[in-house]
């Protein structure tokens, strides 16, 4: 308010390098501050007076210059713009080829933050030459280099299938792969974050990911102590299990899937959404590979999750992830049923705070339609909407007609009596499922 801003452009061009560099920095902590100082710097039209001498200038009016370009990009696309167009992007080039090691780190900054917008301003970035220059960077010995690499070649391969491929293109992907065994946790979890961002775009990606090499190394980091480590090994397995059956067989050959449901138990929150996703993605591509999560345990954990998460959207990918494992087959189906998991569905379903989402995850309809283990099914006779009871009654109707067993069970626990209170359309599907299960017994007992 005191126009401070406009006082300090004069003095980016002091003859006193000092003055300058303590300039650049008061610039920065003020753009750093908040999104209005920072358009503030913009219009005073000190971007350009910043960087004009920039190549000339010493290696700490670098790295604070740098500073204050990342200061003024981090706050919105509009601010990165503005950086762009100010022709800033050719200068960071310039220090990201400079010798001192805390210039390379500034420029790399500066880049993450103009990347992570949008594709345009990533694409920027790209066509000043920045991505080989980068992937020199992940090969200096400095970790705070390193970390900062990664983490803007992770920015700018997230956006599209073509950007994450010319950071492929440079070389990244062999160097990464190198670096998932570092004993530093914060590198760790910026060269699994850009292997997960280049993996998920399409097949030959996370093929050429797989390639590198990164298993079984990349199921060391679902034990790690740090939580955002094990969160992004998961992604990472996540991005790659998703594409074809083929590599979530590849997933499972290595141990992942065991590795994975080790994961869900021993951590909490957000750190377990990817792991439930990637049990879910395996388990859609096919019956065997929906077995090999069976085999492996994986449905307890999932049980866990529903009932211990307090985010709808970690409940409702457990109850995705339950639905992938049992809608191939009536055996599936078994195994979720047995593990008691249809009554938490249920009351999942009928709560009126559960998001939609969460409710249209939770309808049991994939486990139901296959779903013929009888024992499981009957408590929900007693409590299921009119919506859900449908699925229910119609598989009574399969299995009755064909097992005694059930059918005496079915009068015994009060199942048949239930059927009789059941108010359906004449005509309706329910009705018809309802006729076949009366037609079991003879009328007598039905009466």
Same mark, same amino acid.
């Given at each position: 308010n005191?126009g401070?801003v406009?006082?300090?452009r004069?003095?980016?061009?002091?003859?006193v390098p000092?003055?300058?560099q303590?300039?650049?920095?008061a610039l920065?902590?003020?753009?750093d501050?908040?999104?209005?100082?920072?358009?503030a710097?913009?219009?005073?039209?000190i971007?350009?007076?910043?960087i004009?001498?920039l190549?000339?200038?010493n290696?700490? /009016?670098?790295k604070?210059?740098?500073?204050?370009?990342?200061?003024?990009a981090?706050h919105s696309?509009q601010?990165?713009?503005?950086?762009?167009q100010?022709?800033?992007?050719e200068?960071?080039?310039?220090?990201?080829?400079?010798?001192?090691?805390?210039?390379?780190e500034?420029a790399?900054w500066a880049?993450?933050?103009?990347a992570?917008h949008n594709?345009?301003l990533?694409?920027?970035?790209?066509d000043?030459?920045?991505?080989?220059?980068?992937?020199?960077c992940?090969?200096?010995?400095?970790?705070?280099?390193k970390r900062i690499?990664?983490?803007?070649?992770?920015?700018?391969?997230?956006h599209?299938p073509e950007?994450?491929q010319t950071?492929?293109?440079?070389?990244a992907?062999?160097h990464?792969?190198?670096?998932i065994?570092?004993?530093?946790?914060?590198?760790?979890?910026q060269?699994?974050?850009?292997?997960?961002?280049?993996?998920?775009?399409s097949?030959?990606?996370?093929?050429?990911v797989?390639?590198a090499?990164?298993?079984?190394?990349?199921?060391t980091?679902l034990k790690?102590s740090?939580? /955002?480590?094990?969160?992004n090994?998961?992604t990472?397995?996540?991005?790659?299990a998703?594409?074809t059956p083929e590599?979530?067989?590849y997933?499972?050959?290595?141990?992942?899937?065991?590795a994975?449901?080790?994961?869900i138990g021993?951590c909490?929150?957000?750190v377990r959404?990817?792991?439930?996703?990637t049990?879910g993605y395996?388990?859609?591509?096919?019956?065997?590979?929906s077995m090999?999560v069976?085999?492996s345990?994986?449905?307890p954990p999932?049980?866990?999750?529903?009932?211990?998460?307090?985010e709808?959207?970690?409940?409702a990918?457990a109850a995705?992830a339950?639905?992938?494992?049992g809608?191939h087959?009536a055996?599936?189906?078994?195994?979720v049923a047995?593990a008691?998991?249809?009554?938490?569905l249920?009351?999942i379903?009928v709560?009126t705070?559960?998001?939609e989402?969460?409710?249209m995850?939770?309808t049991?309809k994939n486990?139901l339609?296959?779903?013929? /283990?009888l024992?499981?099914?009957?408590?929900?006779?007693?409590?299921a909407?009119?919506?859900?009871?449908?699925?229910?009654i119609?598989q009574?109707?399969k299995?009755? =007609?064909?097992d005694?067993?059930?059918?005496?069970?079915f009068?015994?626990?009060?199942g048949?009596?239930k059927?009789q209170e059941?108010k359906?359309?004449?005509g309706?599907?329910?009705?018809? /499922?309802?006729n076949t299960i009366?037609?079991?017994? =003879?009328e007598?007992?039905v009466r």
């Amino acid at each position: 308010n005191s126009g401070v801003v406009c006082l300090l452009r004069p003095l980016l061009l002091d003859v006193v390098p000092s003055v300058r560099q303590t300039t650049a920095l008061a610039l920065g902590r003020l753009a750093d501050y908040d999104v209005d100082l920072a358009e503030a710097v913009v219009k005073a039209g000190i971007l350009p007076q910043l960087i004009c001498a920039l190549p000339e200038e010493n290696r700490y /009016y670098k790295k604070t210059a740098a500073f204050v370009l990342r200061a003024v990009a981090k706050h919105s696309p509009q601010l990165a713009q503005a950086i762009v167009q100010c022709g800033a992007l050719e200068m960071l080039v310039i220090c990201l080829e400079d010798f001192d090691p805390g210039v390379k780190e500034g420029a790399s900054w500066a880049f993450g933050y103009i990347a992570r917008h949008n594709p345009e301003l990533s694409q920027a970035v790209v066509d000043a030459g920045a991505v080989p220059l980068l992937v020199l960077c992940i090969q200096e010995p400095e970790i705070a280099l390193k970390r900062i690499a990664a983490s803007t070649l992770s920015d700018i391969s997230k956006h599209s299938p073509e950007l994450a491929q010319t950071v492929v293109d440079a070389g990244a992907i062999a160097h990464l792969a190198q670096m998932i065994p570092n004993p530093d946790a914060k590198l760790k979890r910026q060269v699994l974050s850009a292997l997960s961002q280049i993996a998920k775009h399409s097949l030959d990606l996370a093929e050429l990911v797989v390639e590198a090499e990164i298993f079984p190394v990349v199921l060391t980091c679902l034990k790690d102590s740090d939580e /955002y480590v094990k969160k992004n090994g998961a992604t990472l397995i996540r991005e790659i299990a998703k594409h074809t059956p083929e590599l979530s067989q590849y997933v499972v050959n290595s141990g992942g899937v065991a590795a994975v449901i080790d994961c869900i138990g021993s951590c909490r929150g957000t750190v377990r959404l990817p792991g439930i996703m990637t049990l879910g993605y395996v388990a859609a591509h096919s019956e065997n590979l929906s077995m090999a999560v069976i085999v492996s345990k994986g449905i307890p954990p999932l049980c866990v999750c529903l009932i211990e998460e307090h985010e709808d959207h970690i409940k409702a990918a457990a109850a995705w992830a339950l639905g992938q494992i049992g809608r191939h087959t009536a055996e599936h189906a078994r195994h979720v049923a047995v593990a008691n998991v249809l009554p938490t569905l249920l009351d999942i379903y009928v709560d009126t705070r559960s998001s939609e989402d969460l409710k249209m995850k939770a309808t049991l309809k994939n486990i139901l339609q296959k779903c013929t /283990y009888l024992p499981a099914l009957e408590p929900l006779l007693h409590e299921a909407p009119p919506n859900i009871m449908k699925h229910i009654i119609g598989q009574f109707s399969k299995v009755l =007609p064909h097992d005694s067993k059930a059918r005496r069970l079915f009068v015994t626990t009060g199942g048949l009596k239930k059927v009789q209170e059941i108010k359906a359309e004449p005509g309706s599907l329910l009705q018809e /499922y309802i006729n076949t299960i009366n037609n079991c017994y =003879p009328e007598e007992i039905v009466r």
